[in-house]
T-cell receptor, first 115, second 116 residues
Framework: GAVVSQHPSWVICKSGTSVKIECRSLDFQATTMFWYRQFPKQSLMLMATSNEGSKATYEQGVEKDKFLINHASLTLSTLTVTSAHPEDSSFYIC???????????FGEGSRLTVL | AQSVTQPDIHITVSEGASLELRCNYSYGATPYLFWYVQSPGQGLQLLLKYFSGDTLVQGIKGFEAEFKRSQSSFNLRKPSVHGSDAAEYFCAVGAISSGSARQLTFGSGTQLTVLP
């Protein structure tokens, strides 16, 4: 089946640094990818919709300058958490929409811990 | 706006017992409904989905769900639960665009504990 890979799966960084998380569709093209954030024991909250070759669409309340999204190819979207602070610590999950079939597939998630 | 409600935050069942997880949705048009399972520290695995057709949907791992439009519900069921089914379960609704789902709205999740 289709696979969506996220890297890194776990990252620890110091406050004030930036962290990049990759979301890659391994065997299909994804014009659209979605980034979610999940706090412990809570549901997934949509942060933004990433569109290949254009600007991402952010949900209300999500700082676009804080969470930079780049979707430069049909198989890769990146989320960069800039000047990370402890409150940015969370589980970030991406999903990719197969351009051909419309199916949605989720990555395994990336856990960010900001010290 | 679409929304999903999972009334049960936590459910505990004994191994071998039957299971039903509740999900109610609010959506103005034909919904695209999903059930996902998440193990601790892991991503989401799709159990089953409903778009149209037969309202009783079969999924993986012996799960099934029934779409009831009159009740705006999409409850997940399993006749006999295994210990390995202990996890967090999320119901989600997706908007339809060109016959496929766009971004999903998730319920708050139900944590399932299975007693030996």
């Amino acid at each position: 089946g289709a696979v969506v890979s996220q890297h890194p799966s776990w990252v620890i960084c110091k406050s004030g640094t930036s962290v990049k998380i990759e979301c890659r569709s391994l065997d299909f093209q994804a014009t659209t990818m979605f980034w979610y954030r999940q706090f412990p024991k809570q549901s997934l909250m949509l942060m933004a919709t990433s569109n290949e070759g254009s600007k991402a669409t952010y949900e209300q309340g999500v700082e676009k300058d804080k969470f930079l999204i780049n979707h430069a190819s049909l198989t890769l979207s990146t989320l960069t958490v800039t000047s990370a602070h402890p409150e940015d610590s969370s589980f970030y999950i991406c999903s990719a929409r197969d351009t051909g079939t419309g199916e949605l597939f989720f990555g395994e998630g990336s856990r960010l811990t900001v010290l | 706006a679409q929304s999903v409600t999972q009334p049960d935050i936590h459910i505990t069942v004994s191994e071998g017992a039957s299971l039903e997880l509740r999900c109610n949705y609010s959506y103005g048009a034909t919904p695209y409904l999903f059930w996902y399972v998440q193990s601790p520290g892991q991503g989401l695995q799709l159990l089953l989905k409903y778009f149209s057709g037969d309202t009783l949907v079969q999924g993986i791992k012996g799960f099934e769900a029934e779409f009831k439009r009159s009740q705006s519900s999409f409850n997940l069921r399993k006749p006999s639960v295994h210990g390995s089914d202990a996890a967090e379960y999320f119901c989600a609704v997706g908007a339809i665009s060109s016959g496929s789902a766009r971004q999903l709205t998730f319920g708050s999740g139900t944590q399932l504990t299975v007693l030996p």
